[in-house]
């Protein structure tokens, strides 16, 4: 019987459905995923949930040790021996942002002056998750893990027995440089163990830990201050960098996985090398390294990826603005909060991150499944980015509240709420952005995850320097409603990813897997 048009286009596009690595190739490259079993085409033999009504994406193999075929309590323990490093990243860096009024009188500067301490170690954070991204790729996940909270771990030591400015600023850095690696390697974890239908409610929790960490840190840091002197206080976060690394050590696992193969490139490994690398110098089949920082740049110019970045960018500096300078205006009048007064105010953005962490559990599953349910089990990876927008608008509201707050000396908790607000929209619209790295580069989701943290951290490295003296030059309601005006206009970068990144993706595909 001869073939007719129809027929030959269906018959290849069930041989498609049956290849589900080269699915997300094909998502990535401007195709929409094959997610429900309703479609109108043949999808016998593909492993699917319990119930039959998603397909598993990408398909796991026979092998009891391929990742996906983990037990729920396996890929969660790892999770956890994830999750605490990242939680820790940007709690270690913002640790440090009240105890500015404590070092101003130990070395005998302004406080403006010694809240510059911070900075260099914010803005290492971006090429430290870039130059971790080759070491990822190349000799595994854990190693990577395990040395950036080690070497974090040296550097807090040495940062708090500094005699002055100059080296406790040279160490915070260096901090900040080795420590970011877990803000990086999530996106690649969660990709490894975790199938496409899961990825949102899990990225959710990872960009939970990180986004509320700057807000946890200086919150325990303030209590403990009030005890103890700054020196101690710093004595007290390399502790907890001392069990996060002896978390990795007992819990975690090396979740890379050869899938083209259908093997472990380091089985067989002790413990020890597994950690320390070894066993991925002695791995064959691996990308050497040279090639995969090449991708990293190819990947940057991709438009469905940077224009993205570009709004992080933004929202984040103006974020980190807020927690970086905090303890500046609430503690001199009229304010004047004392201590304890300012360590509560710390609950404000905790509080917003967690209702944003229950938003985002339930919304982006929402999204997905709706937009599944109604368009016959396919998905488009654009439709992540609606999960941004209630963020954009929130962060833009936050903004103006703060500094009409500011201004005309408002209630204090105008603050609050606008810094909680500000949280909320930060874990909704990292969800949204990181869902939506992973669905377009499913097979360089670490390098990805390394361009949303590179512009995150430039932005908040940047604003330090110049958003005490804006306020003071032009006014607290004019700094903060620019700001809040800027997120309002890089927004438009959403809005046009969602609009023609089908098209991107199909003109800005992205280079050959490596693992």
Known sequence: MTKTPDSTRKESFVEETRQPADLEKDASAGAAYIVGEDIDTDTRGLKTTKNGKIILIPQPSSDPDDPLNWSWMKKHTVLLALLLPSLLTDWGMTWGTTLFELQAVTWKMSVPAAARSVSGGIFLQGPGGVLAVPFVQRFGRLPVLFWSQALALIMIIAATFSPSYASFTAFRALQGFFGTA?????????????????????????????????????????????????????????????????????????????????????????????????????????????????????????????????????????????????????????????????????????????????????????????????????????????????????????????????????????????????????????????????DCFPHHAALASSWINFWRTTGGFCVTYFQTQWVARSGAAVTFGVQGAIVGAFTFFVIATQIWGKKWRANHAPPAAEN
């Open 182 to 438: 877990p803000q990086v390697i999530g996106l690649t974890m969660i990709h490894d163990m975790f199938f496409f239908h899961q990825h949102a409610v899990k990225i959710n929790i990872w960009a939970f830990c990180f986004v509320i960490g700057p807000y946890v840190g200086p919150f325990i840091s303030s209590w403990l201050l009030i005890k103890l002197g700054w020196e101690a206080d710093m004595g007290i976060l390399a502790g907890f960098y001392g069990f996060s690394t002896c978390l990795v050590v007992i819990l975690g696992k090396e979740t890379l996985y050869d899938r083209e193969n259908n093997r472990v490139p380091t089985a067989g490994a002790s413990r020890i090398s597994l950690l320390t690398g070894v066993a991925g110098v002695k791995a064959t089949g691996m990308p050497k390294m040279m090639d995969v920082f090449k991708h990293l740049f190819e990947l940057l110019i991709c438009p469905q990826l940077l224009l993205p970045c570009l709004f992080v960018c933004i929202q984040f500096m103006w974020a980190i603005g807020i927690v970086t300078t905090i303890t500046q205006f609430i503690k001199p009048p009229p304010y004047s909060l004392n201590n304890t007064d300012a360590s509560l105010f710390y609950l404000a953005p905790i509080v917003g991150s967690i209702v944003g962490e229950l938003w985002g559990h339930w919304f982006n599953d929402w999204l997905c499944n709706r937009y599944i349910r109604t368009h016959n089990g396919k998905y488009e990876p654009e439709n992540r980015l609606w999960g941004a927008y209630p963020g954009a608008t929130l962060a833009l509201c936050s903004l103006v509240l703060y500094g009409q707050t500011l201004q005309h000396t408002l209630p204090v908790v105008g603050l609050a709420a606008a810094w909680a607000i500000m949280a909320f929209a930060q874990v909704s619209s990292t969800t949204a952005i990181s869902a939506y790295a992973l």
